[in-house]
């Protein structure tokens, strides 16, 4: 079948660093997606990763390993702001097809 | 650029009457998603469109639930009867090449 696997939730403080794990099971694994979502918007795109390797926007990181069936989403310098739920994403049938994780809610403290 | 539209943004309706939603993808995307997140749940997949064809409607939970994509530009959901457990986010999706989904702000049902 396919799935993903994340936690539910993270407490991190402001300013520190927060590393949100995701593992997924799929066959025709095309690549991984993080979003983030605030209460009562819409999902926002943060990252792709099709490659093996980490990709580096900002304060934010993704991470992804192929072999391990495996990313993370990495945010740095938290901020109030960032308190939301933080979504991985596997393309599959060809890239065209998108399917979610749970989601991981992250609450930043002061 | 217009990002993706959706109407109405809320609905508030009874058991077994019928909604009808609707998305504006952004111009030129072929492909259109829906998605339905149930209150603190995960972001469930229902159907994907390539232009006006249905590519995968695995998701749809069963056949109260009807959509369709005319000319392949805006899309409908239609939910006939509604039931209790159909109230949740509605939200449809466009992209064109695939790995970038850009989400619409979601329709909020709520089936009493």
């Known amino acids: 079948g396919q799935s993903l696997e994340q936690p539910s939730e993270v407490t991190a403080v402001e300013g520190a660093i927060v590393q949100i794990n995701c593992t997924y099971q799929t066959s025709g694994f095309y690549g991984l997606s993080w979003y983030q979502q605030h209460d009562g918007g819409a999902p926002t795109f943060l990252s792709y990763n099709a490659l093996d390797g980490l990709e580096e926007t900002g304060r934010f990181s993704s991470f992804l390993s192929r072999s391990d069936s495996y990313g993370y989403l990495l945010l740095q310098e938290l901020q109030m702001k960032d308190s939301a739920s933080y979504f991985c994403?596997?393309?599959?049938?060809?890239?065209?097809?998108?399917?979610f994780g749970a989601g991981t809610r992250l609450f930043v403290k002061a | 650029e217009a990002g993706v539209t959706q109407f109405p943004s809320h609905s508030v309706i009874e058991k077994g009457q019928t909604v009808t939603l609707r998305c504006d993808p952004i111009?030129?995307?072929?492909?259109l998603y829906w998605y339905r997140r149930v209150m603190g749940k995960e972001i469930k997949f229902l159907l994907h469109f390539v232009k006006e064809s249905k590519q995968d409607e695995s998701g749809m939970p069963n056949n109260r639930f009807l959509a369709e994509r005319t000319g392949g530009t805006y899309s409908t959901l239609k939910v006939q009867p509604a039931e209790l457990e159909d109230s949740g986010v509605y939200f449809c999706?466009?992209?064109?090449?695939?790995?970038?989904?850009?989400f619409g702000p979601g329709t909020r049902l709520l089936v009493l």
């Open positions: 999706a466009s992209s064109q090449e695939g790995a970038r989904v850009y």
């Open positions: 994403a596997m393309s599959v049938s060809g890239g065209f097809k998108t399917i």
């Open positions: 111009s030129g995307h072929d492909n």
